[in-house]
């Protein structure tokens, strides 16, 4: 099978990046599929924040398989923009979102016909997502079916959202600071966690990581959890 995981790179890779699609990516390339990490430059434009460190800690996680957009993406891109009305396009999820905080919204606005070049070139059998980019996918397979007919399948990753160590209502970003998000190759675990939120949303959250990173056991206190957490995270990562 082919799958293909998208990846936006604009910096270093937290705990939220790597359970949402990541780690499924490479537990199937260690299957023996064949698994596209697709570094999404031209995406990273809608907030001019592009690094090349995320790459670096693909190749770091052991990513075979990494690729870039490159001009033959937008030549599709603009080819299936002839295939769309602005209407279809108003009512996507991330444009809603995040539009009135954009002071340039056009490239939020053509994210999904990008996404839909994305997939289409790489021709996946599957393509790994997030629950929040359901929509988006069925609107990239509708607009390929229009282009070609073609229709791509997807799976999600091994966790619907991570949640900011600080405020549990919020998902994990780096764009909410520092004290929000615990990256996968930090140089404090332990210092980190210890800091994070105990509320009972703050515990579900913890627990939530807890667990999908293999720790399935009850703890006497919060800082045993948060130790063993980051415990469990050095021998991971380091």
């Known amino acids: 099978m082919k799958y293909l995981v998208g990846i936006q790179p604009t910096g270093r890779i937290h705990l939220g990046n790597y359970l949402g699609c990541i780690a499924k990516g490479l537990r199937l390339q260690d299957q023996g599929h064949e698994v596209i990490f697709l570094i999404a430059n031209y995406h ?5 924040n592009y690094t090349d460190e995320t790459e670096i800690e693909l190749k770091r996680l052991g990513c075979k398989t990494i690729v870039k957009q490159t001009p033959d993406y937008t030549e599709l891109f603009f080819k299936l923009c002839c295939k769309l009305n602005l209407a279809t396009l108003l009512k996507m999820p991330q444009y809603k979102d995040k539009s009135e905080s954009s002071k340039f919204d056009l490239g939020l606005l053509l994210y999904p016909v990008l996404m839909t070049a994305d997939i289409m070139i790489n021709d996946p059998d599957i ?23 073609r229709e791509f399948k997807y799976e999600f990753g091994d966790v619907d959202k991570i949640m900011s160590l600080s405020d549990p209502s919020k998902k994990m970003s780096k764009s909410l600071g520092e004290k929000h998000v615990i990256y996968i190759f930090d140089e404090d675990y332990e210092k980190k966690l210890k800091k994070a939120v105990t509320t009972p949303e703050g515990l579900e959250n913890l627990y939530k990581i807890a667990k999908s990173i293999g720790i399935n056991e009850s ?20």
């Open 219 to 238: 703890f006497e206190s919060n800082l045993e959890l948060k130790v063993k957490i980051a415990e469990k995270l050095k021998s991971i990562f380091q």
């Open 127 to 149: 393509v790994i997502v997030g629950r929040d980019q359901v929509p988006h996918l069925e609107l990239a397979n509708d607009i390929a079916k229009r282009y070609d007919g």
């Open 44 to 48: 990273s434009l809608t907030t001019d």
